[in-house]
């Protein structure tokens, strides 16, 4: 096998991945494009009693309800403040459908995994959970995330802290 179309129409190695790339609390970030299931305008959230401070509420997706976690929440930095530019990346992850808020859509990238560093050892591994790899490019520094880590239930206990703070 050669080689796939990739979505802005050029050709794909087989090693080659894209990544959908996007701004929250002034980082950039990137997800696997296949997790990607639609990119929305900000919508009015529903809040829920008792949520964890990063889940911002649910929205109606079409008859299904779908969560929205604030990104920024998330990472650990200040509550979002949503504007016209903000916008929901609905997912697909182990976790099911959820929606996340972020600033702005950047672009989608390809990357091979050769290309992709592992996040370094700085002593706050915990901290740094959500984070598989990372990708220096020119000027650019994208950090990717795990989709399963971010919303699931292996959260460590001091990043549920840091949220509560956060909100």
């Known amino acids: 096998m050669g080689a796939v179309v990739a979505s802005d129409g050029g050709m794909l190695s087989h090693a080659e991945r894209e990544y959908l790339t996007f701004a929250a609390a002034g980082q950039e970030y990137g997800i696997d494009i296949l997790a990607v299931r639609e990119i929305r305008g900000w919508t009015v959230e529903n809040p829920l009693p008792n949520c964890p401070p990063a889940v911002r509420g649910v929205i109606n997706l079409r008859g299904q309800v779908v969560p929205i976690y604030d990104l920024r929440i998330r990472l650990g930095a200040e509550r979002s403040s ?13 976790a099911g459908f959820y929606g996340l808020l972020v600033d702005a859509v950047s672009d989608i990238l390809s990357a091979t995994a050769g ?3 592992p996040v370094p050892q700085t002593g706050m591994e915990d901290e740094n959970a959500f984070l598989t790899a990372l990708l220096a490019r020119e000027s650019r520094m994208v950090s990717f995330l795990d989709l ?3 919303v699931g239930s292996r959260i460590p206990d001091h990043i549920r802290e840091t949220e509560k703070i956060a909100a």
Do not use: G, K, N, R
Request: aromatic fraction near 0%; hydrophobic fraction near 60%; proline fraction near 5%.
């Open 82 to 94: 949503p504007t016209a530019t903000h916008v929901v990346i609905v997912v697909e992850a182990a």
């Open 115 to 117: 290309e992709l560093q």
């Open 148 to 150: 399963d880590i971010l």
